[in-house]
Nanobody
Framework: QVQLVESGGGLVQAGGSLRLSCAAS????????MGWYRQAPGKQRELVAV?????????NYADSVKGRFTISTDNAKNTVYLQMNSLKPEDTGVYYC????????????WGKGTLVTVSS
């Protein structure tokens, strides 16, 4: 089992920055990659950014956040971060931390989410 706890959401004006954190605990060694998803009101959850473990930190971003968001990890703290700059009102939503673990099959774990609100 993997437990994920997000923090760092809040209210920010357009153009501002926030950094989200996600602390992982449990069977950490089983994790293959970690990422951030978001869900805006009335919309489906979408991938924001992902970082792959053991691959030199290969990252992938949604086109809408490329150049503005950066995903990173601190392995010593079992934490993944999402640095969000130049925030736009359309970035508003609940941001969820995700971990994919391999235990004979892929298993997805989710945090409870943290709300990001960007005012215009």
């Amino acid at each position: 089992q993997v437990q994920l706890v997000e923090s760092g959401g809040g209210l920010v004006q357009a153009g501002g920055s926030l950094r989200l954190s996600c602390a992982a605990s449990g069977t950490i060694l089983s994790i293959n990659n970690m990422g951030w998803y978001r869900q805006a009101p009335g919309k489906q959850r979408e991938l924001v950014a992902v970082i792959v473990s053991g691959s030199g930190g290969t990252t992938n971003y949604a086109d809408s956040v490329k150049g503005r968001f950066t995903i990173s990890t601190d392995n010593a703290k079992n934490t993944v971060y999402l640095q969000m700059n130049s925030l736009k009102p359309e970035d508003t939503g609940v941001y969820y931390c995700n971990a994919v673990a391999w235990v004979g099959r892929s298993v997805h774990y989710w945090g409870k989410g943290t709300l990001v609100t960007v005012s215009s």
